[in-house]
């Protein structure tokens, strides 16, 4: 049998911010909307700074995390300090993410398409990597994990629940800031991704964990 590659959990855990925030900001510029679970932070972002031109997408991220991680707090009943480490891991990603879009910004549009399709990838494979880390992940990936725990469910099937359930909040989100009938950062790209990017993040992990061991620095390489 052949000898699985060491990866390290603090790689993991850096790798996974900056392929989630480049993969959001990849599709956000591709304009076939945006992924579902940042969808609703992404209307917060397009309604505020339409009023304050500083708040950027980043700020949105961030709060709308805080938000989140209140309310899986209520309905698990419980906190832990290891929360609180979440909220930073999404400080981390707001300012990666604000990073990113003026990155990607300066790319050309003549390939809407692969800029999608490449977005909605490094998005799952960010997904992916911050499951296997043990430092806390964003509030998003923390949330689903906490559940998956608690209600002893696939996580995979819960994340696919939790993103069509992001997604549904969005439209309302858009109808409710920009009135009926108008799609603002929810486009037929936001549908296909609540419905495959579940499926891509488990496909993305089963890949990884066939080629990677994962394990803390201090631990040292383990044997596969």
Do not use: H
Request: glycine fraction near 6%; proline fraction near 2%.
């Amino acid at each position: 049998m052949k000898k699985k590659k060491t990866f390290y959990s603090e790689l993991a855990y850096v790798c996974g911010l900056l392929f989630l925030a480049l993969g959001t900001a990849m599709m956000e510029k591709a304009d076939y909307g945006v992924s579902m679970v940042v969808a609703p932070a992404y209307l917060l972002y397009l309604r505020i700074s339409s009023v304050y031109p500083f708040f950027t997408f980043g700020m949105a991220e961030y709060l709308f995390q805080l938000l989140l991680l209140i309310m899986m707090c209520v309905f698990l009943r419980r906190f832990k300090l290891s929360y609180l480490f979440s909220f930073c891991t999404a400080l981390a990603y707001g300012f990666l993410l604000d990073a990113s879009m003026s990155m990607v910004a300066a790319m050309p549009l003549q390939q809407k398409v692969l800029l999608y399709t490449i977005g909605l990838l490094c998005s799952a494979i960010g997904v992916a990597l911050m499951f296997r880390t043990y430092i806390s992940p964003e509030v998003y990936e923390l949330f689903v994990k906490e559940i998956s725990l608690a209600k002893q469910r696939d996580m995979s099937r819960v994340k696919t629940c939790y993103d069509i359930a992001s997604c549904l909040l969005a439209i309302t989100m858009s109808f409710a800031f920009f009135g009926m009938g108008r799609f603002e950062g929810i486009k037929a790209g936001t549908l296909i991704c609540a419905l495959v990017n579940g499926t891509l993040i488990g496909l993305a992990g089963s890949v990884l964990d066939t080629l990677f061991v994962f394990t803390r620095f201090d631990k040292g390489e383990q044997n596969a």
